[in-house]
């Protein structure tokens, strides 16, 4: 495919000074100061928190405009948040177990989101363990590659 990123719970705002991180057994997205030049996160604060019965936030990606996307893991949604971390949008999909969002295509139009729990259709939905591509209207940007390092 074109143009496609790699999905993942991480992203960035626009001016590279300020990374999104999901953590899904809090049920948050939290927002840290980023410091591009070295790499450093500081003051982690809670960017979106999602109520337990609309799931849990998974996968995630930020589009052209500065808004995140994030899917729920159990809820059967896509949410898009505006850069305060309000909900502005929500699209809904025939699988429990969304798991990932990314923008791909030519000129990153097209969103490719991942749903799981295939095996279980009749349990996790009839979409349970497809891809599914959406225009949507937004545009995306191209995901970033990083080198992750653990300790010091």
């Given at each position: 495919m074109e143009g496609i990123g790699c999905p993942n719970g991480m992203g960035f705002t626009l001016d590279r000074r300020g990374m999104y991180f999901t953590d899904s057994t809090a049920g948050e997205i939290y927002l840290f100061d980023y410091d591009p030049s070295t790499g450093a996160l500081a003051s982690r604060r809670v960017f979106a928190r999602v109520p337990a019965e609309d799931g849990k936030p998974d996968g995630m990606t930020v589009d052209a405009e500065g808004f995140v996307w994030s899917a729920r893991w159990d809820g059967?949604?896509?949410?898009?948040?505006?850069?305060?971390?309000?909900?502005?949008?929500?699209?809904?999909?025939?699988?429990?177990?969304?798991?990932?969002?990314?923008?791909?295509?030519?000129?990153?139009?097209?969103?490719?989101?991942?749903?799981?729990?295939?095996?279980?259709?009749?349990?996790?939905?009839?979409?349970?363990?497809?891809?599914?591509?959406?225009?949507?209207?937004?545009?995306?940007?191209?995901?970033?590659?990083s080198r992750i390092r653990i300790g010091a």
């Open positions: 059967s949604c896509l949410v898009r948040h505006a850069p305060d971390g309000r909900e502005v949008r929500r699209i809904g999909f025939p699988a429990k177990k969304v798991s990932s969002v990314v923008f791909g295509g030519k000129d990153y139009s097209e969103m490719y989101v991942t749903t799981a729990g295939g095996d279980h259709k009749d349990e996790e939905g009839p979409g349970a363990g497809a891809l599914f591509r959406l225009r949507s209207g937004v545009r995306g940007l191209a995901e970033f590659s």
